[in-house]
């Protein structure tokens, strides 16, 4: 037997000494932001740490020179408990996904939790998942990790995630595709000869009006979203356009619902292309899933909020919230049970993705929600491995939902 509220005692205390260096890693990752699939220093920081306090690392790690496996393992074996880093910031705007808070967030509850292993059973990790925003070849890191099998062995696995406000336990994510749409015209003059072009450029206008007009038809239930930016239109404005490339990205609650909609965008890209006298290539992406929610991880960090005193919305209002983003974690959820929360990051209300979102993670309020994240995980991860019947549930339920 365990006595597993001095445990989560002890693990707090051991949050707390080692609180300065991550604080001082989340600053100088958020102060020097790196794109997804380059994140050297950021990385190199992590691992660093993870190697100062005892973890056995391997890094690179799944083929990805900015990924990490690090490992410590308890007094016996027993459960295995994931905790997964991200590190990498949006073009732009830095770290205005907190993703500085995320990776020093997981670093710091495996370090805290590894300083009890000689009294807990089984094993805790903490991996470092690249590109999370799909940028470079690592795009989305986590699928491949979740198909070709990081997660046999691990029994639970969570992250946390900072955003303006009030804290969540957790929260649907939509499943999303990206289409990439190449139009392909004939160059001319654009006054004197412009007869004898063909415009790639209104190609793309007309498909992007095209899928603009059937919004109105989209499903209401199953939370469907498309939007798209055009990421070449031409050289100059004298010369009629030969080449114009759209990017769209179609979400949905409803996994099944996706190849509707991107039928629905490469119809409208066709039928604008036929039109404008235009070819028209496109390509998608592999794509992200909806996450599978899992009852008894959230009421386990539900209670680690409470223990901790942290303000949380009531999960009931959180429940009927639409689901606003994806993310690569919810691929995560269809191989080995795992939640998300969210932790609030309390300033001066700005969205997400913004650099004023950015600056607020370098603020007390952004220690503050270090501070949360890494005792929610830390606490959570010794009642996974001092409760075998929790872990049942949380397995039990994962299983019923899988099918």
Same mark, same amino acid.
């Given at each position: 037997?365990?006595?597993? /509220?001095?445990?989560?005692?002890?693990?707090?205390?051991?949050?707390?000494?080692?609180?300065?260096?991550?604080?001082?890693?989340?600053?100088?990752?958020?102060?020097?932001?790196?794109?997804?699939?380059?994140?050297?220093?950021?990385?190199?920081?992590?691992? $660093?740490?993870?190697?100062?306090?005892?973890?056995?690392?391997?890094?690179?790690?799944?083929?990805?020179?900015?990924?990490?496996?690090?490992?410590?393992?308890?007094?016996?074996?027993?459960?295995?408990?994931?905790?997964?880093?991200?590190?990498?910031?949006?073009?732009?705007?830095?770290?205005?996904?907190?993703?500085?808070?995320?990776?020093?967030?997981?670093?710091?509850?495996?370090?805290?939790?590894?300083?009890?292993?000689?009294?807990?059973?089984?094993?805790?990790? !903490?991996?470092?998942?690249?590109?999370?925003?799909?940028?470079?070849?690592?795009?989305?890191?986590?699928?491949?990790?979740?198909?070709?099998?990081?997660?046999?062995?691990?029994?639970?696995?969570?992250?946390?995630?900072?955003?303006?406000?009030?804290?969540?336990?957790?929260?649907?994510?939509?499943?999303?595709?990206?289409?990439?749409?190449?139009?392909?015209?004939?160059?001319?003059?654009?006054?004197?000869?412009?007869?004898?072009?063909?415009?790639?450029?209104?190609?793309?206008?007309?498909?992007?009006?095209?899928?603009?007009?059937?919004?109105?038809?989209?499903?209401?239930?199953?939370?469907?979203?498309?939007?798209?930016?055009?990421?070449?239109?031409?050289?100059?404005?004298?010369?009629?356009?030969?080449?114009?490339?759209?990017?769209?990205?179609?979400?949905?609650?409803?996994?099944?619902?996706?190849?509707?909609?991107?039928?629905?965008?490469?119809?409208?890209?066709?039928?604008?292309?036929?039109?404008?006298?235009?070819?028209?290539?496109?390509?998608?992406?592999?794509?992200?899933?909806?996450?599978?929610?899992?009852?008894?991880?959230?009421?386990?960090?539900?209670?680690?909020?409470?223990?901790?005193?942290?303000?949380?919305?009531?999960?009931?209002?959180?429940?009927?919230?639409?689901?606003?983003? /994806?993310?690569?974690?919810?691929?995560?959820?269809?191989?080995?049970?795992?939640?998300?929360?969210?932790?609030?990051?309390?300033?001066?209300?700005?969205?997400?993705?913004?650099?004023?979102?950015?600056?607020?993670?370098?603020?007390?309020?952004?220690?503050?929600?270090?501070? !949360?994240?890494?005792?929610?995980?830390?606490?959570?991860?010794?009642?996974?491995? $001092?409760?075998?019947?929790?872990?049942?549930?949380?397995?039990?339920?994962?299983?019923?939902?899988?099918?």
């Amino acid at each position: 037997m365990y006595d597993t /509220s001095k445990l989560k005692t002890s693990v707090q205390t051991e949050a707390d000494k080692i609180f300065d260096e991550l604080k001082k890693a989340k600053d100088v990752i958020g102060k020097n932001p790196e794109l997804g699939s380059e994140e050297e220093k950021s990385s190199e920081i992590l691992v $660093t740490l993870l190697k100062k306090h005892g973890f056995e690392v391997e890094y690179p790690f799944f083929g990805m020179h900015t990924a990490f496996k690090a490992v410590k393992k308890g007094k016996k074996s027993g459960p295995v408990v994931a905790i997964l880093a991200e590190y990498d910031a949006l073009p732009g705007v830095g770290h205005g996904c907190g993703h500085n808070i995320i990776g020093t967030s997981g670093v710091g509850a495996g370090i805290a939790v590894g300083k009890l292993m000689d009294e807990l059973p089984g094993e805790v990790w !903490v991996i470092g998942t690249p590109a999370e925003e799909g940028h470079g070849p690592y795009g989305g890191s986590k699928v491949r990790m979740a198909e070709q099998g990081v997660f046999k062995d691990v029994d639970v696995s969570y992250m946390i995630h900072p955003m303006p406000g009030v804290s969540s336990v957790s929260g649907n994510f939509l499943a999303v595709t990206g289409v990439k749409l190449v139009f392909s015209g004939k160059t001319a003059h654009a006054a004197a000869d412009a007869h004898n072009g063909q415009n790639a450029l209104n190609a793309a206008m007309v498909t992007y009006m095209a899928i603009h007009a059937n919004r109105q038809q989209l499903r209401r239930d199953a939370n469907a979203v498309v939007h798209g930016i055009v990421t070449e239109g031409g050289l100059a404005s004298n010369i009629i356009p030969d080449r114009a490339v759209l990017q769209f990205g179609v979400r949905s609650s409803d996994d099944t619902y996706i190849p509707e909609l991107v039928e629905m965008v490469v119809n409208s890209a066709k039928g604008a292309a036929l039109a404008t006298g235009c070819t028209v290539e496109y390509t998608t992406s592999t794509g992200l899933k909806s996450n599978i929610l899992n009852k008894n991880l959230e009421n386990l960090f539900q209670r680690m909020f409470e223990e901790l005193d942290h303000e949380y919305m009531d999960p009931v209002k959180a429940a009927i919230l639409p689901p606003g983003g /994806s993310t690569d974690f919810a691929d995560v959820t269809h191989v080995v049970p795992g939640i998300h929360p969210m932790i609030g990051i309390k300033t001066t209300p700005v969205p997400l993705h913004s650099k004023p979102f950015a600056d607020a993670t370098l603020t007390p309020a952004g220690d503050d929600g270090l501070e !949360v994240g890494i005792k929610c995980l830390a606490m959570a991860t010794v009642e996974v491995m $001092t409760k075998p019947d929790l872990l049942k549930e949380i397995k039990d339920e994962f299983e019923s939902k899988r099918l």
